[in-house]
């Protein structure tokens, strides 16, 4: 007799402001101007809690997209929306139970600000907050900040190993009991319980303290996303939460394996975090239904922009004289790029595999920005994604609505409960805080815990 795995599956909702499908926002019922709606998200982010979704997370960028503007012209993300953190903050007043992660990128931030920042929301939120750790791909962000170039690949994740020490280590400014509030005495902290933190590293030099009360979590959840060496090491070290595209049950099994055994040169438990790869979603009564759902997304895609998207993708490769229906330009393809090596190195791998045509290619990837895709009825969906669980390819999923708000519904109306029914998802909150949604434990005050010992 088989025996299950014990626990259940992670969920979170990825929110793309229309929706996950490059082409969203061409949907008929997709929210024309999420970017600039708060009561779309005020929404979106309801539903996810109502589904009982452990979290709600957005991505950013300190960016618009460069390129051909005639095709960006087509294609709206990250041309104006709102900013995750404050996005998040907002949404906590709307919420109860939902995590909140949002992304700021190590490359274009200070520590103090993102320390500070992410403290405030998980205060607002009483415990729900994440920080999404990224080193920035764009590399339009650098002429916003006072650069001409990006940071090389191994600089930006030398920079960012630095940079979330330092958060934490300004996390730990106020132990856990510090603030006395004590009128009759006349005192409001215990001064011995401040820390300075001093730090003084190749790219920061960040005394302290924090003017922020230690987070009700200790720390806010840290998550990380990525596939590359580089990161893969250092989710091992500080990542709660891991999102990094898998296509196959193999290689998320080789991947899961990898960088859960690396966990103990840090002194870390395989349990300590959660790997949760993107999933792209596409639910229907029938299979028929889903297929045909799905085509007609695929049908907005218009070439320009499938193009714009695989020249991102592929580290900037042009592609503006190609024919679409013939294969990707290989030898200019960077084999090494300031951009994402391994998203280069899977979206080729992608073209090879398959011998794909340039149209073949983006209408594969584009259709779910680079991650999974699942199309079919919530039976078929809920299990393949148990099958990836009991596994151990995967703790869970980031769920990437195709367009929203429509998608989400059918998610939470039909996958969702076909997934309770099965055991493997929540039927209610247990806790109030992510670390509790997740399983994962609360942080101690360094300070303390060193004085304790």
């Known amino acids: 007799m088989d025996v299950r795995r014990s626990g259940q599956l992670s969920l979170g ?28 998200y005020v929404a979106l982010a309801q539903m996810a809690e109502a589904a009982k979704f452990d979290l709600m997370f957005m991505a950013d960028s300190a960016a618009t997209r460069d390129g051909k503007l005639s095709a960006l012209s087509r294609w709206p993300q990250y041309m104006a ?34 320390a500070r920042t992410f403290a405030n929301i998980d205060h607002i939120s009483h415990g729900r907050a994440g920080w999404n750790v990224v080193t920035s791909s764009n590399t339009s962000e650098a002429y916003n900040f006072g650069r001409e170039a990006h940071f090389e690949h191994g600089e930006r994740y030398a920079r960012a190993q630095e940079f979330v020490a330092v958060v934490k280590g300004l996390w730990d400014s106020w132990e856990d009991d510090a603030f006395l509030r004590d009128r009759a005495t006349a005192r409001y902290f215990d001064p011995e319980k401040l820390h300075h933190l001093h730090h003084k590293g190749k790219f920061f030099s960040v005394r302290g303290p924090l003017n922020a009360a230690r987070p009700p979590q200790g720390y806010p959840v840290i998550s990380q996303a990525g596939s590359s060496e580089e990161s893969r090491e250092m989710a091992a070290e500080t990542a709660e939460l891991m999102f990094s595209p898998q296509w196959s049950i193999e290689s998320a099994q080789a991947f899961y394996r990898d960088v859960k055994g690396r966990m103990a040169r840090y002194g870390r438990q395989p349990d300590e975090m959660k790997i949760m790869p993107g999933l792209n979603a596409i639910v229907g009564r029938t299979m028929a239904e889903a297929q045909e759902k799905h085509r007609f997304l ?6 320009e922009v499938g193009c714009e998207v695989l020249s991102a993708e592929l580290g900037g490769t042009d592609l503006s004289d190609c024919d679409v229906d013939g294969p990707l330009p290989y030898d200019r393809i960077p084999t090494a790029s300031k951009f994402s090596q391994a998203t280069i190195n899977r979206v080729v791998a992608m073209a090879r595999q398959d011998n794909l045509t340039i149209r073949q290619l983006y209408e594969k990837y584009c259709g779910a920005r680079g991650q999974r895709t699942l199309i079919g009825t919530a039976e078929f969906i809920a299990e393949n994604m148990i099958s990836w669980f009991e596994a151990y390819a995967v703790d869970g999923f980031l769920v990437h609505p195709a367009y929203l708000p429509g998608e989400l519904r059918e998610i939470t109306q039909q996958l969702i409960p076909e997934l309770q029914t099965r055991g493997y998802f929540r039927a209610d909150y247990a806790g109030t805080t992510l670390r509790e949604h997740l399983g994962l434990k609360r942080p101690a005050n360094r300070y303390a815990a060193a004085r304790g010992a």
């Open 13 to 40: 909702a990825f929110i793309h402001p229309t929706g996950n499908h490059v082409a969203a926002w061409l949907h008929p019922e997709s929210q024309i101007d999420a970017g600039t709606n708060f009561e779309h």
């Open 81 to 114: 929306y709102f900013e995750p953190p404050i996005m998040m903050a907002a949404l906590a007043g709307q919420t109860r139970r939902l995590g909140l992660v949002a992304t700021a990128t190590t490359s274009y931030h200070e520590p103090y600000n993102v």
């Open 298 to 303: 695929q049908s907005l895609i218009h070439p």
